[in-house]
C-alpha cells in the first residue's frame, strides 16, 4: 500500500471520528491502567460494568489496596481471568503507593514493571492517558493492519513498528483508536462487513464480501 492510499484512509477515518477513545469508561489516569489491565481477553462492556461498581467505592491506589484480594474479587468476578487479576491489581496498587506516589508512571519502562501491564497496556495508557505516540495493537488492529494492507507484519510487535513508521504523522496520535474501532465494528474477524466499510475502495484485502 503506498502512502496517499493511508493518508485517504485515515483521512476518512478522522472526518468521520474527529475525535476517537476508548471504550473504557474512566475519570483519570489511574482508572484507565486498572480498567486496561481487567480488560485483557475481556470485553470493554464487561469491565466497565463490573468497575462502575468499583470506582463508585474505590477508585484511588489506596482504596482498591484496602479492598484486598478478596475484596477486589468481589466487584470483578464477572470478569474472565478474575483471579488473577485481582492479585496483579493489588500488587500494582502496592507498587505505585510505595514507588510512584499513588501516580501511575509516565514512561514504558515503569509501567511495563507494573503487575499485569504489559507492551500493548503500557501504549494503551501512553497514549490514551498521557497522549503520547504509541501504538497498542491488539487482535483487531493486527487483523486490520494485515487485512488492508496498511501495515502487514507476522507478529504484533513488527505490524507495531510498521504502523508507526508508515502511518503518516498527522493521524499517528489517534491512528490506535480508529484502527481497533474499525475492526470492533466493520472488519470483524470472520465476515468482514465490506459493504459498509468507509474504505473499501483503498483496502487492499482480496476476498471482500456484501455485508453491510
Given amino acids: 500500500m503506498n502512502r496517499a492510499k493511508r493518508t485517504e484512509m485515515f483521512s476518512r477515518w478522522r472526518q468521520a471520528n474527529p475525535h476517537p477513545t476508548t471504550e473504557l469508561k474512566y475519570a483519570n489516569s489511574f482508572e484507565l491502567l486498572i480498567s486496561v489491565i481487567l480488560s485483557a481477553q475481556a470485553t470493554d462492556v464487561s469491565v466497565n460494568k463490573a468497575t462502575e461498581k468499583l470506582y463508585a467505592v474505590a477508585n484511588t491506589p489506596e482504596k482498591i489496596y484496602a479492598l484486598g484480594v478478596a475484596g477486589l474479587k468481589h466487584y470483578i468476578k464477572t470478569i474472565g481471568l478474575f483471579n488473577t487479576k485481582a492479585e496483579n491489581v493489588i500488587k500494582t496498587c502496592h507498587i505505585l503507593i510505595e514507588k510512584h506516589n499513588s501516580t501511575v508512571p509516565q514512561t514504558r519502562e515503569e509501567l511495563e514493571a507494573l503487575p499485569g501491564v ?95
Wanted: glycine share 6%; with cysteine.
Fill in 118 to 212: 504489559g507492551r500493548k497496556t503500557a501504549n494503551v495508557i501512553l497514549n490514551t492517558a498521557f497522549r503520547q505516540i504509541a501504538m497498542a495493537v491488539d487482535t483487531h488492529i493486527f487483523r486490520v493492519s494485515n487485512r488492508t494492507g496498511i501495515a502487514p507484519g507476522k507478529d504484533v510487535l513488527e505490524v507495531e513498528r510498521r504502523l508507526l513508521r508508515l502511518v503518516p504523522e498527522e493521524f499517528l496520535l489517534d491512528a490506535h483508536h480508529w484502527l481497533i474501532l474499525h475492526g470492533r465494528y466493520v472488519c470483524l474477524a470472520r465476515k468482514p462487513h465490506c459493504g459498509a466499510c468507509p474504505v473499501k475502495d483503498l483496502c487492499e484485502f482480496k476476498k471482500k464480501t456484501d455485508i453491510q
